[in-house]
């Protein structure tokens, strides 16, 4: 009986269109809206283009993160906070805080991950109670999928974690490709799992439970007084070489840690607390009086064995470079409440098929969204199909008839101490095919001191060329080579830097290897480094261009590595 359907058509088109573009004004979001598992996050990010690159070039390197001085207290980050407009599905928030993040390997300048301050300025602001979002840009996780899916298991298996959703970044209209948005640990998410939020939080970075080692955890929330004794209690308690498990468990909530441990064993997590001593955090919690570990950065997980110092002997079923880890697995007790741990994780949580099919699902949401960066995805994804396939023949085949034996005991946290000092004034031309052994090349002043003694050099070079990796996805470093006057060994090391600060008249943040010979340099005590700052004076990236200024800065040595 309509006989202008196309009119009706039209309008209710319309009608449609003015909806999906009218302001968000009225609308807010709920903290349930920020983790939606059947889509992705629109995350718009505008901020001045000055101080986006401001942050984003911002970086920690190994010798700032591991020094010796973190024995005593976390080192402070080197990222600040500047402001942002931010809209998240249509919900405007104006002059909130961005700042990047990230330890060593998720750093990037281009694709940087990021936190959002949303009480910046407005200190009542936040979404069902949660101020910052984190956003994780997965650099360590071509597969993307590890944060997402690895949160989901552990809460489904009871313990306690982030929850995690994936999102679409846009800064400045530019498509930064597909994040993880991890859940902070925050009083919403300590509520929600231990129903009391009035607990003492710490994180843990690369430290334990060693003696001299009690002020390394990065307290977050809480008592502090009260959780540094119970620090120092756990502490007293490993050293001594006699901790029993009932001891343990007076300070540790033992069934929560076995679960956790576990989670961590099964998913393969080598860069976690029970693989790495790394990315977890630790809550007192006043209803128990004991600790509680949460994983953290959990962008390390569907790999059978470590990406870090691993060892072909070790099992694949179990972690114990954790001291709490190990201490609890040279028990028989310990070893037999893992097993059945993970032996009821395989049978009430490992579902190949349903893992298998959460992976394809992953794979269509995301990928219309991805950077071009993230082009290892399907790849990468594969591995961590493979994975699954795999791993619970892996896991029966070395636990069927019980836990392996493993006694290697962990050490304690590797830090970066200072021995010695470099300086260096240079005049040479960028050479795009590096003659990477050759010295006495360009004008170089040269100064070495290793443990207070004078390093005599002789027939040293300089030039400049991209280095660290092939074509120009390296960094453009200054090369500089010598010989040692005494044993005639090749001393080399590059001045690396970011492309974007690759110019003249700035102080730059420079870091390096210094190498010994055609290798790597380890003594006694480890791998040593070159940080410091460098002035260009000239600076030029084409063939033939003059590069040329001064370095000035320390020799470190980094004491622990092979933990």
Excluded at 378 to 386: A, M, Y
Excluded at 460 to 487: C, E, L, M, Q, Y
Aim: some cysteine; charged content about 30%.
């Amino acid at each position: 009986m309509n006989r202008h359907p196309s009119t009706t058509a039209t309008t209710a088109l319309v009608t449609l269109l003015l909806a999906a573009t009218a302001p968000a004004a009225d609308k807010k979001l709920t903290l349930n809206d920020l983790f939606p598992t059947d889509r992705v996050l629109d995350v718009q990010i505008t901020v001045d283009n000055e101080e986006w690159d401001k942050i984003r070039h911002q970086s920690r390197n190994f010798v700032s993160a591991l020094h010796e001085k973190r024995k005593a207290a976390p080192i402070d980050g080197p990222y600040e906070y500047v402001n942002a407009d931010v809209t998240i599905d249509g919900v405007k928030f104006e002059k909130v805080g961005l700042r990047k993040k990230g330890f060593i390997g998720s750093q990037s300048s281009s694709r940087p991950s990021l936190k959002i301050k949303l009480n910046h300025t407005d200190k009542e602001r936040s979404i069902g109670g949660l101020t910052n979002l984190t956003m994780n840009n997965n650099k360590q996780d071509g597969s993307i999928v590890s944060q997402y899916m690895g949160y989901a298991l552990f809460n489904a298996a009871g313990s306690p974690a982030s929850r995690c959703a994936f999102a679409k970044v846009t800064v400045n209209g530019k498509n930064l490709g597909i994040y993880s948005h991890v859940e902070s640990l925050r009083k919403p998410l300590l509520a929600r799992a231990f129903d009391d939020e009035n607990g003492t939080l710490y994180e843990g970075t690369v430290v334990d439970f060693y003696d001299g080692w009690e002020g390394s955890l990065e307290h977050k929330r809480g008592d502090d007084k009260q959780g540094r004794e119970k620090i120092r209690e756990l502490i007293r308690l490993l050293e001594s070489g006699e901790a029993s498990e009932e001891a343990i468990g007076r300070l540790i909530d033992l069934d929560a840690f076995y679960r956790y441990w576990a989670v961590e064993g099964l998913l393969g997590f080598w860069d976690g607390y029970s693989g790495n001593a790394n990315n977890y955090f630790i809550y007192l919690n006043p209803k128990t009086d004991r600790f509680h570990f949460m994983p953290w950065g959990a962008d390390a997980l569907f790999r059978k064995r470590s990406m870090l110092n691993f060892d072909f002997r070790a099992p694949v079923s179990v972690k114990t470079k954790g001291r709490v880890a190990h201490r609890l697995y040279q028990l028989t007790e310990g070893r037999k409440r893992y097993r059945k741990a993970l032996h009821r994780l395989l049978d009430e949580h490992w579902n190949e098929k349903k893992l298998l099919a959460e992976c394809d699902r992953i794979e269509a949401l995301i990928r219309p969204h991805l950077n071009r960066e993230q082009h290892r995805f399907s790849r990468s994804l594969d591995g961590t199909r493979e994975f699954i396939e795999a791993r619970r023949r892996d896991l029966m085949k070395e636990t069927r008839d019980g836990m392996p034996t493993w006694r290697k005991a962990p050490k304690p946290p590797p830090v970066i101490a200072a021995i010695g000092k470099i300086k260096a004034t240079f005049s040479g031309t960028w050479m795009e095919d590096s003659p990477r052994d050759r010295t006495e090349i360009g004008n170089l002043e040269l100064s070495l001191s290793l443990d207070s003694r004078e390093i005599a050099l002789k027939d040293a070079g300089v030039h400049a060329s991209w280095t660290g990796g092939f074509g120009r996805s390296s960094k453009p470093s200054v090369r500089i080579v010598a010989r040692r006057a005494d044993n005639d060994k090749e001393v080399s090391f590059d001045l690396g830097m970011e492309e974007d600060t690759f110019r003249a008249g700035e102080d730059i943040q420079t870091g390096g290897v210094l190498r010994e010979g055609r290798g790597l340099s380890f003594g006694p005590l480890g791998m040593q480094f070159i940080s410091g700052k460098t002035r260009l004076t000239a600076a030029g990236m084409k063939e033939g261009d003059k590069v040329e200024g001064a370095f000035e800065g320390d020799v470190m040595k980094l004491i622990g590595l092979g933990r």
